[in-house]
């Protein structure tokens, strides 16, 4: 029975590609065993349906290559990758890359991944994808197939019928709804083409181009460079031709009116052919030209006050209708407008013409293609009128029918591109209009009867200055040459020079991370950044929690690259982002990996530490040609990434000084690598940096309090990675060991990591150490500590969604470290009945030689923590590892001792379990 068993949408570097995309994981079930050349018919149907595939190169990069591949015989998982890309592309949206990989150890199971441009239609894609293969399956073989867990079909699907008329006008829909216009995704392109970050920031045209304190916002063609005032003053036609006419620029003649008694007199006035149009419309709405007789300029008074309580009436130019595209002061495209119009053939009436030039495929609805459909309104037929035409009259065979007044391309007309022949006074005017105005990108509408000649000498001048023009005209237009007006709006953006990234610390590891990425945001507050930080605490700028959550996520990091205050972004990186969504940024400046120990193993399809390393080695395989990427020297798994990691490749180490490197990375250092190591000392030993054959003294570890002396070798580990990490982004030795040694790992700076309180007679240690790794760390620094406390109890659980080798092992590294112990339990105990974790934990306890008498099951944690804590006597040590990190420091530092406690046992100190 074939399954749809995950789907994913990737919206960066993943652990199957570096590229956004979607993956939908299938279990074909019994149809491993029927390839495309076994199943009848199969393939003949596909390309009756989708003739497109043809075109599809697959592995043999070349026309007809999928069809060469079926018919050899391919799995059904990869038809329907090419079918998933088909339909995108047949919805009007190119993506052309994709992949079908079999899932190492599940026979019969694929993952399935293909590019995508809109997300929802990229999910409605593929879930139409698999409904088509399975509706071509055979009756015998549709009975396999099942798909009891695909989402709702699109369009009606009742096997072996597929409606893919009524699927593709749904795609279409989508398509239509997220696609960005020409005049956003030329801009959006052209950025991504500079290597410049994009962010969609809503579901219209909204974009973010950079990150943090150098992004730049986009709407269209409004910028965030745009004056609210100059585009204020775009909207108001007449404010507009006063300021143009003070300034020398040629403008018509005429005024606002405000009643049809008004608007009557002052065409009256003017003596000649005049324009109405709204005070503040756009995109031609409301406008009628060449009105002479007052039953002309009823009419026109009649269409333009629909659009607006005021009416503009003025002179109208004789001459041709350009416009001309002004940006940062430069022209940079001319078009001529024409009409909307048709041409008669004899035998067609209007309406037919009409329809026949609607049957362009570059003419579309709106602004979605990059000409608009014509469509028959009082204004269309008032100029048929005007030539004595109806909607059903045949012109003669050649005869030109012009059916707006208007030559804007929203409501149907063309252009041709003129931008070589514009005649310099013209487009000094155009300037000068564009300045005067204010805006950075003026679509400036200019009336000339000849763009050649200067319009000083034949008369003409500017009709209109439009904010947010459109581009679709320079862009494609209809005759001549192509323009690139994007690339000139970008460059104004970011002139050269100009930088759109902020720097980006991306750290990951099993154990550590929070700590580090601290470390690391304290430091580059050093260096006098604004540092946006996330972890599992929240999101934090500089020291303001702007989110309380985990946020370790990308959606969390996205949070902060959209930040405009930030200039440094450091950001914890989890193993569950990666897996929903990849990362949230394509490259970054500085990749950490801490370490890969046993934990979250058989989730996910993480089954295995090599599984998890690969999945971490993400973030480094991210980091950019000038970046660098960190890795633990102490860690094989992570010593492997070093092979495919970005960037200048780092180590950070607890093995000593030069002389106690291992052989690998004092070849690294002699070569001028970059790495940092704890050198022996009578302080906690030394951190030092070597680099391009420098030796970098930074700090002695017993200067930094979240090393406890330089007895918490966790820390210090933490602090080498940081101060790499810090150097990678700069940082002076003087900056970083300032910053270390202000770094106390209280629980306000880096709640839930190695805690401290002292207040009681007996020290508390609170840290989140949830798996074995951590938990072996606090083992060595309780080895450590042992000649100085008496008894060591300890308050220990683990969440349920780990393997039961994994709690078994935690009981066990337990029983090695505490006099006293006392389990609990999370309270949803994450898939798993209550007290099993419980049960696991004490097995693994007992197994190890732990005393069954000192040893204690206590499901509420807060209870757990209570008991400890009256179990205490002065001297002793208490370490707890809490899930509700707040809570549980709330309540260490609110307790109140009472007393001596009995030397040993619950009971004795008033518990009973």
Not at 574 to 594: K, S, T, Y
Request: some cysteine.
């Amino acid at each position: 029975m074939m399954r749809v068993l995950e789907a994913a949408t990737y919206r960066g570097p993943h652990l199957y590609a570096n590229r956004p995309m979607m993956r939908i994981q299938l279990d074909l079930g019994p149809l491993e065993a029927w390839p495309t050349n076994r199943i009848p018919g199969f393939t003949d149907h596909l390309m009756v349906a989708l003739p497109g595939l043809e075109a599809h190169g697959c592995s043999y990069k070349s026309h007809g290559g999928l069809l060469l591949r079926m018919r050899e015989g391919t799995w059904l998982g990869h038809v329907i990758e090419h079918v998933a890309l088909e339909l995108q592309k047949l919805a009007g949206v190119e993506a052309g890359r994709g992949k079908t990989r079999s899932v190492k150890g599940r026979p019969g199971v694929y993952n399935i991944l293909y590019v995508y441009e809109g997300e929802g239609l990229g999910r409605a894609a593929g879930r139409a994808a698999v409904e088509l293969v399975h509706s071509l399956l055979p009756h015998d073989l549709q009975g396999l197939a099942g798909l009891d867990r695909i989402a709702p079909p699109i369009g009606d699907l009742t096997p072996p019928f597929f409606d893919l008329r009524r699927t593709l006008e749904h795609l279409r829909t989508i398509a239509r709804r997220e696609t960005l216009g020409p005049t956003t995704r030329s801009l959006v392109n052209e950025a991504r083409r500079r290597g410049i970050p994009v962010q969609r920031l809503d579901d219209q045209s909204l974009v973010q181009l950079g990150w943090g304190a150098r992004r730049k916002l986009i709407r269209a063609s409004i910028t965030g460079q745009t004056g609210h005032i100059a585009v204020m003053t775009a909207g108001d036609k007449a404010l507009t031709k006063t300021l143009l006419a003070a300034a020398g620029v040629p403008v018509p003649r005429g005024g606002v009116v405000r009643t049809l008694e008004e608007a009557l007199a002052q065409a009256e006035r003017i003596k000649g052919p005049v324009v109405l149009k709204p005070l503040d419309g756009n995109h031609g709405r409301g406008v009628s030209l060449g009105l002479e007789t007052p039953e002309q300029v009823r009419w026109g008074y009649e269409q333009a006050i629909k659009h607006g309580r005021r009416v503009i009436v003025e002179e109208q130019y004789v001459g041709r209708d350009y416009r001309i595209l002004v940006v940062g002061g430069q022209v940079t495209a001319v078009a001529e407008r024409v009409p909307a119009r048709v041409i008669g053939d004899g035998q067609s009436t209007v309406a037919q013409l009409i329809e026949s030039v609607n049957k362009d495929p570059r003419r579309g609805i709106g602004h979605e293609q990059v000409m608009t459909r014509i469509v028959v309104d009082d204004q269309v037929r008032e100029m048929l009128a005007r030539v004595d035409l109806s909607l059903e009259a045949v012109p003669e065979p050649g005869a030109v029918v012009t059916l707006r007044a208007t030559a804007n391309l929203s409501t149907g007309g063309t252009a041709i591109d003129r931008t070589d022949i514009i005649h310099p006074d013209n487009a000094a005017i155009a300037r000068r209009a564009a300045l005067t105005v204010g805006l950075d990108v003026a679509g400036i509408d200019f009336m000339a009867p000849d763009i050649t000649r200067s319009v000083r000498e034949t008369g003409g001048g500017i009709v209109e200055i439009n904010a947010a023009p459109g581009f679709r005209m320079h862009l494609e237009p209809s005759e001549g040459q192509p323009r690139d007006v994007a690339k000139a709006v970008v460059a104004d953006l970011f002139p050269p020079g100009a930088r759109s990234r902020i720097p980006i610390v991306a750290v990951t590891g099993t154990n550590g991370k929070s700590t580090v990425v601290r470390m690391v945001a304290r430091i580059a507050r050093e260096m006098g950044k604004t540092v946006g930080l996330t972890n599992t605490t929240g999101v934090y700028v500089n020291d303001e929690r702007v989110v309380e959550a985990d946020a370790s996520g990308p959606k969390s990091a996205r949070m902060v690259l959209r930040d405009p205050t930030v200039d440094v972004a450091v950001l914890e990186t989890a193993r569950g982002g990666m897996l929903r969504e990849g990362l949230a940024f394509d490259r970054c400046d500085v990749g950490v990996v801490l370490n890969v120990t046993a934990d979250h193993l058989g989730l996910k399809g993480v089954e295995t530490l090599e599984d998890l390393a690969s999945l971490k080695s993400i973030v480094t395989e991210a980091v950019s040609r000038r970046g660098v990427s960190v890795l633990n020297g102490d860690d094989p798994l992570t010593l492997r990434m070093a092979k495919h990691a970005g960037g200048r490749i780092a180590y950070f180490t607890l093995s000593g000084g030069f002389e106690d490197l291992s052989p690998f990375l004092q070849k690294h250092v002699a070569e001028g690598g970059l790495l940092a190591a704890r050198e022996a000392s009578v302080r906690g030993g030394e951190l030092v940096l070597y680099d391009k054959g420098r030796r970098i003294p930074v700090i002695h570890a017993d200067e930094i309090p979240a090393t406890l002396n330089g007895m918490a070798r966790f820390n210090v580990a933490n602090a080498l990675a940081a101060i790499t990490a810090g150097h990678g982004l700069g940082a002076s030795p003087a900056q970083m060991a300032k910053a270390l040694r202000a770094f106390t790992s209280s629980h306000a700076e880096n709640p839930g990591r190695f805690n401290v309180h002292d207040a009681h007679g007996f020290r508390v240690i609170v840290d989140y150490a949830h798996n074995p790794g951590a938990m072996r760390a606090m083992g060595d620094l309780v080895a450590k500590l042992r000649p100085t406390v008496g008894r060591v109890i300890g308050v220990v659980s683990i969440p349920g969604d780990r393997r039961d080798e994994d709690i078994l092992e935690m009981g066990a590294i337990a029983a090695e470290m505490f006099d006293e112990l006392i389990f609990r339990e999370l309270p949803d105990g994450r898939g798993r009945p209550a007290g099993s974790v419980l049960s696991l934990l004490t097995k693994g306890a007992l197994d190890a030689g732990f005393p069954t008498d000192h040893l204690h099951r206590i499901l509420s944690e807060s209870r757990s923590i209570d008991a400890a804590l009256r179990m205490a006597t002065p001297g002793d040590l208490v370490l707890v590892f809490p899930t509700a990190v707040d809570a549980a420091w709330r309540q260490v530092t609110a307790f109140q001792p009472q007393g001596l406690a009995a030397p040993h046992g619950l009971e004795a100190a008033g518990v009973h379990v």
